[in-house]
Structure formats: C-alpha cells, structure tokens
C-alpha cells in the first residue's frame, strides 16, 4: 500500500523530510479497526515530532493522526463497528500513523463520522476536538448546560489562540454546550472575524497584555482559562486575570515559567495530553469515541462546524510538505486537508 513517511529529521522545505514509499497492508487483529483512509489533517504535533523524533535506523516513520474513512475489516474483539462504516478519529502516538492507504486503530477511540460532513470536512476535526473537549469538560470542569432555567452561570472561560484548530472548536463547544461568557484571543483581522463568527462573545488582542483586553471587556477575573500555546509567554497575564479558585488549562509544549502567582488564589494548573488515554490504554479511553460520536450528532443537527479551512491536495508526500510548513508558519487558520490517494 502507498505511505507518506521520513527518515530523518529535516526541515519541511527538504524534499526529503517526507517521502513517499510502499509498505505491506496491515492486518487487523484484537479490536482493531481497518480503515480505509479517505482523508487526513495536519497538527502541530505532526510537524513536532517529524522535526525532533528520529526512527530507527534504516526505517520510515508515518505520522499522521487525523483521519475519516471506511472501515474495510474488523478484529475478532470488534463491538462497536462493522465493515462499510464511516468513521473518524485522532489515532494513537504509538502506532503508525494515518497518512497511509489503510491504518489500524483500535476501536475505542473511534467514532461515527457525521453524515453531514465529506472525508476532508471531517478529518479536520477528532484530534482537535478530543483536546478541546477533554480540556474544557474533562480538566476544567466547566458545567455543561442542561437546558433546566436555574442551572447556575458557569462564569467566563478565557481560550487563547481562538482562531487556530483547536480553539475554533473549543469556541463551539463551550458556546453551545455550556452557559459561560467566551473571551477568546486573536490578533490578525481575519483571526478575530473568525471567533466572533464562532460564537465568542469578546475577542482579547494577545498582542497586548491580556489582563488589559479582559478588563476592557467588562471582566474582573476568570474562572477557567484555556491555553491553547505560546504559554510560557502569556502565563504571568494569565495569572492575574484567573479567579480564586480557579483553573488554567495548557496543551502545548511552553519554556519553564513560574507558577507561584497561583498560590495566593488557590488557582490549579491543568495539562490536557489527549493521546493519554491510547498511549497507555487507559480504562475510560472508550470515552473518545463516545465523544466523537456525541459532537457527531451536534454537527448533524448544526450546533458544531467543521474548522476544515482548506485542502492542499492529495495525500502524498510533495502535499504533505506542503501542509507541514503551513502549520509551521504560525498563521494558519482553521485546519489543513488533504484528501484521496493518487
């Protein structure tokens, strides 16, 4: 079967960090699911480890995590899923990766793709919106909304990096799954027309001090505060802007930076890994796909878009790098697609 990979750890401007080659078809045993693989996205991720994760000597790593497609067979241990179903799903750290024809994933991460999404539209979204969710709900516990008149407020949840994959369906979700006031940040205007057109209710320039853009938008503090990257450069104004007792919660990979400004206000310091649960096969992890297939039905019904921005191309090596160095510049928004093999 073709397959995207690297050698070696090279710039994504070398037309050798991502090369195409061929490789046997894998064979699915256990829970594992075979897919037929339809359509792929790119992540910040994929570009971390090509850049800093050597394989082994003489081998090819895939990478690739993202992915919608049809199931082409079962394991023997298979529940949740039979041949002919469309699915999506973010994989798994220790397994090869999506950008190939067929890939195996074990079914608990999986979840029915939305019937009102194609491939491309959908493979935006799993690992994205698996870490928004397990970051909102999961870590900050932030109260979902249960339609009841007297719920109590949620009060005001703070996403940086609104505009970007992960904050674009972390906007959606809070919006339409909790009762909080959404502040999120951008800088650039077409960043800032997105959140708004996602749902936020006030847009914080993260180009200036953060605690000044929360206070121009009528807020003394934040109970939850979800950051998204660039961390170790905003924590000290996120420490002041976070209430007492509340809670920040970081994906990404910052410097050191000092946490003592949470102690005067008891304030707790998260981290949302969301390949936690297959790296080491967790007893919840079958929660990833139930979420998958809940945020399924809110797209089906129209409360979730999809951040699928733009596809480069076909799945091969020439667009894969195409679509790594668009993530590497910063300034992407929404998520990178590529869809069908050639």
Known sequence: MKAIGYRECLPSEDPRSLIDFECPEPVASGRDLLVR?????VN?????VRRNVA?????????????????QAVGPDVTRFKPGDTVWYAGSRVRPGTNAQLHLVDERIVGRKPRTLDFAQAAAMPLTTITAWEALFDRLRLPRADGSADQADAG?????????????IAIQLARQLSRARILATASRPESRAQIEALGAHAVIDHSKPISEGV????VRWVERIFSVSHTDTHFPELAKVVAPQGGICVIDDPGPFDVRPLKARCAALHWEAMFTRSSFETADMIEQGRLLDAVADLVDAGRIRTTHTQTVGPIDAEHLRRAH???????????VVLAGFR
């Open 44 to 48: 910040p991720v994929d570009t971390k």
């Open 156 to 168: 005001t949840v703070l996403i940086t990096a609104g505009a970007g994959g992960v904050g674009s």
């Open 215 to 218: 206070k121009q938008a009528g």
């Open 55 to 71: 394989p082994e000597p003489g081998q090819a790593r895939i990478l690739g995590y993202d992915a919608a497609g049809i199931v």
């Open 325 to 335: 160095a668009m993530i590497e510049s910063g300034r992407s928004i929404g998520k």
């Open 37 to 41: 693989v339809e359509a792929v996205s």
